[in-house]
């Protein structure tokens, strides 16, 4: 089974910059669709950035569109978040998510810990 270990929150300032990293063990992550998400308190979670199995197609939201880039390192079996140009409103803790397809007529969802951001003014 594969275990998602996620971490690179931390606090910064508007305008600021983090790259998250979230590392696959016990399986290799290029098999798998994986994807960031964020939830703030009080909030429904909310989709931020995918990336595709075996390809580099990738998807963002628009409030991350142009400033956030998902990126798959192979060799570091790792996924990372690469965010500029932080806002306050991007102030949430992040979550990791890798699907995998066991039968063929069902999917599972496996979600890492959760990294805190946190954006001052």
């Known amino acids: 089974q594969v275990v998602l270990v996620e971490s690179g929150g931390g606090l910064v300032q508007a305008g600021g910059t983090l790259r998250l990293a979230c590392a696959a063990r016990g399986g290799m992550l290029v098999r798998y669709n994986v994807g960031w998400f964020r939830q703030a308190p009080g909030k429904e979670r909310e989709f931020v950035a995918g990336?595709?199995?075996?390809?580099?197609?990738?998807d963002y939201s628009d409030s991350a569109r142009s400033r956030f880039t998902i990126t798959r390192v192979e060799a570091d079996n790792t996924v990372y978040l690469q965010m500029s140009s932080l806002k306050p409103e991007d102030t949430a803790v992040y979550y990791c998510?890798?699907?995998?397809?066991?039968?063929?007529?069902?999917?599972?969802?496996?979600w890492g810990q959760g990294t805190q951001v946190t954006v001052s003014s």
């Open positions: 990336v595709l199995r075996n390809v580099d197609i990738t």
């Open positions: 998510k890798m699907r995998a397809r066991p039968l063929v007529t069902i999917e599972l969802d496996y």
